[in-house]
T-cell receptor, first 116, second 105 residues
Framework: GAVVSQHPSWVICKSGTSVKIECRSLDFQATTMFWYRQFPKQSLMLMATSNEGSKATYEQGVEKDKFLINHASLTLSTLTVTSAHPEDSSFYIC????????????FGPGTRLTVL | RKEVEQDPGPFNVPEGATVAFNCTYSNSASQSFFWYRQDCRKEPKLLMSVYSSGNEDGRFTAQLNRASQYISLLIRDSKLSDSATYLCVVPRIYFGSGTKLNVKP
């Protein structure tokens, strides 16, 4: 199956700092990547859809200036949490779909962010 | 109405039991459907894909009912290792803003 990696797998940062999370499709090209956030005991919440070479589409209620998404190549999308606050602490997961595939999403292992 | 709705459970069943989960979706134009399994503190893993009426893989059976707009997942002979959270996924369909065409005589 297609492999998606995320880096870092966990990060602890101070309030006010920015954190960048990378999502890479390792053995396939992904025209579309998705960013999710998951709070404990809750389902994944779609934050934004990232398309290579164009601006990301953000879900309602997700601040685009706070969660900066860059999808510069067919194998890499980044999510930057700017001016992080403790309430941003969460599990961030990316997924990617195969170009020309049937919409199956392959998920990265997730990044656990803790903001102190 | 939410785009995708699932019973959050939990479903507590003994080993060997048969258990079924249902998931309803609102977009009748959806063509592909997926069941994922997520273990605690891990990412979701694809369990089954459903493109037509259903799919079967060993103890797992997924069915699609387009008329009623729901998909189901049946697990037979439950094992301890089946304990996890099961997520149904219905990919969202995005529409462009449209391109107007005027054909002149």
């Amino acid at each position: 199956g297609a492999v998606v990696s995320q880096h870092p797998s966990w990060v602890i940062c101070k309030s006010g700092t920015s954190v960048k999370i990378e999502c890479r499709s390792l053995d396939f090209q992904a025209t579309t990547m998705f960013w999710y956030r998951q709070f404990p005991k809750q389902s994944l919440m779609l934050m934004a859809t990232s398309n290579e070479g164009s601006k990301a589409t953000y879900e309602q209620g997700v601040e685009k200036d706070k969660f900066l998404i860059n999808h510069a190549s067919l194998t890499l999308s980044t999510l930057t949490v700017t001016s992080a606050h403790p309430e941003d602490s969460s599990f961030y997961i990316c997924s990617a779909t195969l170009a020309g595939g049937r919409n199956e999403q392959f998920f990265g292992p997730g990044t656990r962010l803790t903001v102190l | 109405r939410k785009e995708v709705e699932q019973d959050p459970g939990p479903f507590n069943v003994p080993e060997g039991a048969t258990v079924a989960f249902n998931c309803t979706y609102s977009n009748s134009a959806s063509q592909s459907f997926f069941w994922y399994r997520q273990d605690c503190r891990k990412e979701p893993k694809l369990l089954m894909s459903v493109y037509s009426s259903g799919n079967e893989d060993g103890r797992f059976t997924a069915q699609l009912n387009r008329a009623s707009q729901y998909i189901s997942l049946l697990i037979r002979d439950s094992k301890l290792s089946d304990s996890a959270t099961y997520l149904c996924v219905v990919p969202r369909i995005y529409f462009g803003s449209g391109t107007k065409l005027n054909v002149k005589p």
